[in-house]
């Protein structure tokens, strides 16, 4: 076992040397900030790959011989708000949505997508007392969604499997933490967004009419971790470091033995622990979780680039292949013996092949 450990860290070492070119070790970032999306219950704790990343410590056990403080913040405006972060540069690594990242790249934020962050279940529910009980029955309706996110993203393409556009809908925009007070306030009918719902149906304010888990799995919210270009060109080094960290953080999610200290670490964010278990209830979280940006990532990003287009939401058009960096996620798999760890997928998100370990 120790031989094993031995023969990664130097793997892990080779890697670093091949990045840097065989160049002189950099001086490491004195704080590293990271940034990602909260759950609107004022904690500064999230879900999914960056809390496991943060809360287990592989992107600090990565800087364990390093002086370097590690910054988690988790903003309730989302996407949005980080990206408005990542212009501000305030922030060096964001872990959010696949529309956000495209509007802000399309504007000239820049950044590089390094991992996918996986994917999400989303919801739809509709208050107590009005007589909605589908995506079709919408029509006419006001409808809360967090413009320009992920979520706003795949709540349209809900409509559009349903035969409804954004015209047969009143969209309201506001935050999930404001959806939520609208929906026990009156002033919307529905809302459409992530697992934090499931509290408002448990408290009897509400009743889910959809979800992207129930045989929906391409309109569950999807995104990536970027790193801004001027934090990779400076610190190549850190930059693996970060990224070898997040590979871990999801090979450890993959571990069915792992899932209910998860589902505990998640619940620090406000999601309550019952609804978390609910979410995840029969999912495989290792797949889920993927980090790769592989076929299956590429595509959902091709057709939520195009999507941005058609809707008016950028401008300018965005060259994926430009844009992703995939030689950390491609150096943190070997390091870590990780290459067939999770099964290859095509476009669709089927399975090419089995995974090896």
Partial sequence: MKRLSFVKTLVAVAALVALSGGAKAERPPETIRFGSFGSGFGQNYGTGLIAIAQLKGFVADEFKDQKVALDWKY???????????????????????????????????????????????????????????SIRDLKGHRVSVAKATVIHLVFLKTLAENGLTDRDVTLIDLKEADQMAALA????????????FLALRDQGLVKVIYSSSDGHPETGHFGGVLVTEDFERKYPEATQRVVRGFVAAAHWLGQPENREEALRLWAKSGVSYQVLQEEFEGQDIRRQLDPR????FLARYRDAIDFAKTQKLIRRDVDLAEWILPKYQDAALRSLGLE??????????APINSAGN
Avoid at 88 to 110: C, E, T
Avoid at 293 to 296: E, K, L
Avoid at 340 to 349: C, L, V
């Fill in 340 to 349: 067939n760890y999770w099964p290859r997928r095509d476009a669709d998100g």
């Fill in 75 to 133: 903003y309730a405006g989302t996407g949005p708000a980080i990206n408005e972060a990542i212009a501000n540069g305030q922030l060096d690594f964001g872990h959010y949505g696949a529309l956000p990242n495209i509007i802000g790249r399309a504007n000239g934020l820049p950044t590089r997508i390094l991992l996918s962050y996986g994917t999400g279940a989303t919801f739809a529910v509709v208050r107590n007392g009005v007589a909605i009980a």
């Fill in 185 to 196: 306030a009156g002033s919307v009918d529905a809302a459409f967004g992530t697992s934090s």
């Fill in 293 to 296: 940006t592989d076929g299956y």
